[in-house]
């Protein structure tokens, strides 16, 4: 069975830090591209970072670049998203996403989330 399990999650005051982790299992974490996406109340979902499976390329959102950092550890197949400088607007719902594409058939995996809440 396919888990993507997030942690980490709470509420900080402003110009805090959070470290969000997600656990996989269930399938080939290392051959995986991997993202963080967020949902805020009321708006649609924000893709914030990703990592590509193979190499320490990553990519970023204007909205969190220099303040966020995303990496992967391949032999705990966990990902991770380092969260600093918060602001309010950072409050949503994080959830992580694994993709692979192949020939002819993409495979695509959400966790459940976790809610992150900037306020003061």
């Known amino acids: 069975e396919v888990q993507l399990v997030e942690s980490g999650g709470g509420m900080v005051q402003p110009g805090g830090s959070l470290r969000l982790s997600c656990a996989a299992s269930g399938f080939r974490f290392s051959t995986y591209d991997m993202s963080w996406v967020r949902q805020a109340p009321g708006k649609g979902p924000e893709w914030i970072s990703s990592?590509?499976?193979?190499?320490?390329?990553?990519w970023y959102a204007d909205s969190v670049k220099g303040r966020f950092t995303i990496s992967r550890d391949n032999a705990k197949s966990t990902l991770y998203l380092q969260m600093n400088s918060l602001k309010p607007e950072d409050t949503a719902v994080y959830y992580c996403?694994?993709?692979?594409?192949?020939?002819?058939?993409?495979?695509?995996?959400w966790g459940q989330g976790a809610q992150v809440t900037v306020s003061s």
């Open positions: 996403n694994a993709k692979r594409c192949r020939p002819y058939v993409c495979s695509n995996y």
């Open positions: 990592i590509a499976n193979g190499s320490p390329t990553t």
